[in-house]
T-cell receptor, first 117, second 115 residues
């Protein structure tokens, strides 16, 4: 079974609108962390936001917020007020405590977001 | 800022060649990682290292080996390159420690083509 599933291979959003990128995960580990990364066409991976499994509040970082629904095992990324520079691939990733101190991540297949002017 | 530098952005090699991909980080991170990225599959972990000369297999180690002789440098080796190893390769580094919000920091990637 896929550990991280991103069901939207590609999506469009109008500039200045909000957009939600879906991520569901599968783990039996009670301790885990969820990350979102952005990959522009230039190729570098940019860390956006983190949510720990025991965090009581949804994480926020500027225009990025994470809609964390633990019972549904979903960790959707919400980008408010989209900008043209938000056009990129977005990856959801999970770190499980049971994998040890190596800080290994499991990634989803990614969502390509395109912002229309 | 953490800097992870991969030696080549683009590389073209022939089937059967031995290929070296080099990665250097400047933040004294204990952990270093090699991933390959393929469309629709996201990033998949090939190998990681948690200390000099220490390594562990990731999810897809077959056909690859790694070397970490110095803390700042982590090399990925394709012993005998094959066409199915054509891909984007990404190196990353991070601090150690169990579950934490410390992210992995990535290089810009090497797009490798095996002809």
């Amino acid at each position: 079974a896929q550990k991280i599933t991103q069901t939207q291979p590609g999506m469009f959003v109008q500039e200045k609108e909000a957009v939600t990128l879906d991520c569901t995960y599968d783990t039996s580990d009670p301790s885990y962390g969820l990350f979102w990364y952005k990959q522009p066409s230039s190729g570098e991976m940019i860390f956006l936001i983190y949510q720990g499994s025991y965090d009581q509040q949804n994480a926020t970082e500027g225009r990025y917020s994470l809609n964390f629904q633990k019972a549904r095992k979903s960790a959707n990324l919400v980008i408010s007020a989209s900008q043209l520079g938000d056009s990129a691939m977005y990856f959801c990733a999970m770190r499980e405590a049971k994998r040890g101190a190596g800080n290994m991540l499991t990634f989803g297949g990614g969502t390509r977001l395109m912002v229309k002017p | 800022d953490v800097k992870v530098t991969q030696s080549s952005r683009y590389l073209v090699k022939r089937t059967g060649e031995k290929v070296f991909l080099e990665c250097v980080q400047d933040m004294d991170h204990e952990n270093m990682f090699w991933y390959r990225q393929d469309p629709g599959l996201g990033l998949r972990l090939i190998y990681f290292s948690y200390d000099v000369k220490m390594k562990e297999k990731g999810d897809i180690p077959e056909g690859y080996s790694v070397s970490r002789e110095k803390k700042e440098r982590f090399s990925l080796i394709l012993e005998s390159a094959s066409t199915n190893q054509t891909s984007m390769y990404l190196c990353a580094s991070s601090l150690p420690g169990g579950l934490s919000e410390q992210p992995q920091h990535f290089g810009d990637g090497t797009r490798l083509s095996i002809l």
